[in-house]
């Protein structure tokens, strides 16, 4: 039997040509999701920018007049924006501390060794797969003036939790913080998980205490954890709609326009109003904002991030 050897261009040739069919076999798989994207995300977000350019007309079947960048200072420079934009900076600044705090107690509770810590851990993660409808349903019942929660437990507002323009959006945050405290806990207990054994140990030789070796030593290393917490619950405290558009809904009461968030806006303005410009240019300032939020965590507080191990 004698074999074949193929000369070093041949070889070289056939390695390239292995490779372009692996490329292509790979394009080929990932092509039906990336139509998907063109189609449902990146074409709406391109387009947005065009509908930004022209002034939705008064009155319905007329045409949109063009009036270029002038309606994005217009639009900004108001004070529903203006009000809007520091509803959500407040609804995040709730949201996301509270959150990845507890998640992160949560996740140091779940690392002790006790019997039955399995059917906790599954307790702890399980908001991560309840819905919004869901969840909206069963904390505007606990919240009911009536046969809720407060009134079992003695307590009664006036107005109601939902129509208080002081406690609506705090009432708000409370089901936010709910459902993302499923995914902190599990991000924080990955995280943990990761933390070498032998250096809490080391430290446990060395004498330290039990806070000090969790300030001096878990944090640290479990900073691009946290980092990486922070930024997914901000994006994900921004993009808060569902809870405020089942509890609260469209109305006039004064509730609404203390929850009125900047998402929740543009759809009032959208569908209410049916002025398509103003709401493209609040999109795109919510990702404008989304995108520089991001940008200024990974500046600053990756600083202080550990990656040493």
């Known amino acids: 039997m004698t074999t074949v050897e193929l000369s070093p261009p041949r070889l070289l040739h056939s390695r ?11 394009y080929g798989l990932v092509l039906p999701a990336l139509a998907v994207f063109a189609v449902f995300s990146f074409y709406p977000f391109i387009r947005n920018f065009k509908v930004a350019l022209y002034q939705s007309p008064p009155v319905p079947g007329l045409p949109s007049r063009y009036v270029g960048l002038h309606q994005f200072g217009h639009v900004l420079s108001s004070s529903n924006f203006l009000e809007s934009l520091l509803t959500t900076v407040i609804f995040v600044a709730l949201v996301v501390p ?9 996740a140091v509770a779940a690392q002790r060794k006790l019997a ?15 819905s919004v409808a869901v969840a909206a349903v069963v904390f505007g019942t606990l919240m009911n003036p009536i046969v809720g929660l407060l009134p079992w437990l003695g307590i009664s507002t006036q107005p109601p939790l939902l129509e208080n323009t002081t406690w609506a959006l705090p009432a708000i945050a409370v089901m936010s913080i709910w459902q993302f405290l499923g995914l902190s806990f599990i991000i924080m207990s990955a995280g943990l998980q990761s ?17 000090t070796r969790f300030w001096r030593v878990t944090i640290p290393l479990l900073s691009p954890t946290i980092f990486f917490a922070i ?10 709609f569902g809870q405020i558009d089942i509890l609260i809904g469209f109305s006039n009461d004064p509730a609404r326009l203390h929850t009125n968030v900047l998402i929740y806006n543009i759809v009032t303005t959208l569908q209410q109003e049916n002025n398509a410009g103003a709401a493209a240019v609040m999109s795109i300032a ?22 040493g191990r």
């Open 116 to 130: 039955g810590l399995r059917i906790y851990r599954t307790i702890f993660s399980s908001t991560v797969v309840s």
């Open 98 to 106: 509270i959150s990845l705090l507890l998640g992160l107690v949560l």
């Open 16 to 26: 390239r040509s292995r490779l372009r069919r692996e490329a292509l076999l790979g």
């Open 286 to 307: 919510l990702f404008v904002l989304t995108l520089l939020l991001t940008l200024v965590q990974m500046r600053f507080l990756e600083k202080r991030v550990s990656y």
């Open 195 to 211: 933390v070498p054994e032998e250096v809490l140990e080391a430290s446990r030789i060395d004498g330290a205490t039990a806070w």
């Open 231 to 240: 930024v997914v619950g901000t994006i994900y405290a921004f993009q808060t």
